[in-house]
């Protein structure tokens, strides 16, 4: 396997042919930064770390999700409050 297709596995893309002229979208970064993290780390086959960095991604994603729905309930019952009270 070339060192280019475990981008692939993370499901980044670099653009350029040779490593040396490769640029890589910003937010992609932050996700190879957290591979090469798990790697160095946990020493995880590039496989594993695809499956964990998606994980992660998920949980954060779900995390924001939670925390907006958690703000327009919290807006939501202080407008309620407000016209049962008014």
């Given amino acids: 396997m070339e060192f280019k297709d475990y981008y692939k596995i993370l499901g980044v893309e670099p653009e350029g042919r040779q490593p040396d002229e490769w640029r890589f979208d910003p937010g992609m970064l932050g996700t190879l930064q957290c591979a090469t993290r798990l790697q160095r780390d946990l020493e995880l086959e590039w496989e594993a770390i695809a499956l964990a960095v998606r994980l992660i991604e998920e949980a954060q994603s779900l995390r924001s999700e939670n925390l907006s729905l958690r ?7 202080e407008a309620d409050s407000k016209t049962i009270s008014g």
């Fill in 71 to 77: 703000r327009q309930l919290a807006q939501l019952i």
